[in-house]
């Protein structure tokens, strides 16, 4: 958890939001590149996925 909150301070603080989805449990994600937050629940995992900045800080 401190490295998401590390890297999300560093690259992604000042860009756009995140987008925020919930997917039926067992479903497999994939976010190549970029942040991502999965909070497993027992029907469904929510997950928190940051865009990749066209300009990291």
């Known amino acids: 958890m401190t490295d998401l909150v590390v ?12 987008d925020i989805t919930v997917h039926p449990t ?11 937050l999965a ?7 929510i997950v928190v996925t940051w865009t990749v900045p066209a300009r990291p800080r």
Not at 7 to 18: F, I, L, M, T, V
Not at 26 to 36: C, D, K, M, P
Not at 39 to 45: E, K, S
Request: hydrophobic share 30%; charged share 25%; no cysteine.
């Open 26 to 36: 067992g479903t497999s994600l994939i976010a190549a590149g970029q942040l991502q």
């Open 7 to 18: 890297a999300w301070d560093r690259d992604y603080r000042h860009g756009p939001g995140p």
């Open 39 to 45: 909070v497993p629940r027992r029907d469904a995992t």
